[in-house]
């Protein structure tokens, strides 16, 4: 098992090849996924896939990943809660306007 710093290089994408030049933890590991390399490459090495998978492949991973259309639910909620705030203030506020206009003539 390599080390937590190694984890990390390897999520980040960065080069772990010089923190594994450094622990010998980690280098036994990078040794150890190139030797699995190596064999699985000599085993499946006549192995091949059909011509037209890499297409299919393709074509199915734009099917399956397609974004979808944002939905309008979002929208029509926010439209109609500003709505209701607006509604509120046009209601609220002729019934409290006498009340500001006097604290503001204290006030002045």
């Known amino acids: ?9 390897l999520e980040s994408g960065r080069a772990a090849t010089d923190h594994a ?15 699995v390399d190596a064999s699985l ?3 499946f090495a006549r192995v091949s ?5 890499a ?3 393709r074509a199915r991973a734009l099917r399956e990943t397609r974004l979808c259309r944002p939905s309008i639910v979002p ?5 109609i809660g ?8 046009a209601v609220l506020l002729p019934r409290f306007l006498p009340a500001i206009q006097a604290m503001l003539a204290r006030l002045g």
């Open 82 to 89: 500003w709505a209701a705030v607006l509604t509120l203030v």
């Open 55 to 57: 297409a299919r492949a």
């Open 49 to 53: 896939a059909p011509e037209e998978f």
């Open 1 to 9: 098992m390599a080390c937590p710093r190694f984890e990390d290089l």
């Open 41 to 43: 490459e000599k085993a």
């Open 21 to 35: 030049a450094r622990c010998e933890r980690c280098a036994a590991l990078l040794e150890a996924w190139a030797e």
């Open 75 to 79: 929208e029509v909620l926010d439209f």
